[in-house]
C-alpha cells in the first residue's frame, strides 16, 4: 500500500506563495497520474490540478495562470506551486496518485493552507 507523505502547507498572507510537496515512494511512475484536490470550511472537495504520467499538467479554472503542478525526475513525488494566493484558496489540500489503467486512487493525509487577508 503506498503511503504519500504531504509537507509546505501553512498560514500565508494574500498575494504571498506556498510550494506543496507530496511524495509517493514505490509507486510505479509510469502508470500513475498525480495531483492535488482541496476542500473549504463547509465546501466540497474539488480537484484543482492534475500531472499525468507523461508530464500533462490540468489545472481548475480558478487556479490557472497561478498555481503550477509539477512532478520531479523520478516521478514519485509531485509539486504544488502557488503564487498569488487568495483567501478564496484557504483550504485543506489533498494529493492523490490515480493508477492509469486501475484508476485505483490513493490519497494523502491532507495538509492545511491558510490564506489571511
Known amino acids: 500500500q503506498v503511503q504519500l507523505v504531504e509537507s509546505g502547507g501553512g498560514l500565508v498572507q494574500a498575494g504571498g506563495s506556498l510550494r506543496l510537496s507530496c511524495a509517493a515512494p514505490?509507486?510505479?511512475?509510469?502508470?500513475?497520474?498525480m495531483g492535488w484536490h482541496r476542500q473549504a470550511p463547509g465546501k466540497r472537495r474539488e480537484p484543482v490540478a492534475i500531472?499525468?504520467?507523461?508530464?500533462?499538467?490540468n489545472y481548475a479554472d480558478s487556479v490557472k495562470g497561478r498555481f503550477t503542478i509539477s512532478r520531479d525526475s523520478a516521478k514519485t513525488t509531485v509539486y504544488l506551486q502557488m503564487n498569488n494566493l487568495n483567501s478564496e484558496d484557504t483550504a485543506v489540500y489533498y494529493c492523490?496518485?490515480?493508477?492509469?489503467?486501475?484508476?485505483?486512487?490513493?490519497w494523502g493525509p491532507g495538509t492545511q493552507v491558510t490564506v489571511s487577508l
Open positions: 500531472i499525468s504520467n507523461d508530464g500533462r499538467p
Open positions: 514505490g509507486i510505479d511512475a509510469r502508470v500513475n497520474d
Open positions: 492523490y496518485v490515480r493508477g492509469v489503467l486501475s484508476a485505483k486512487t490513493t
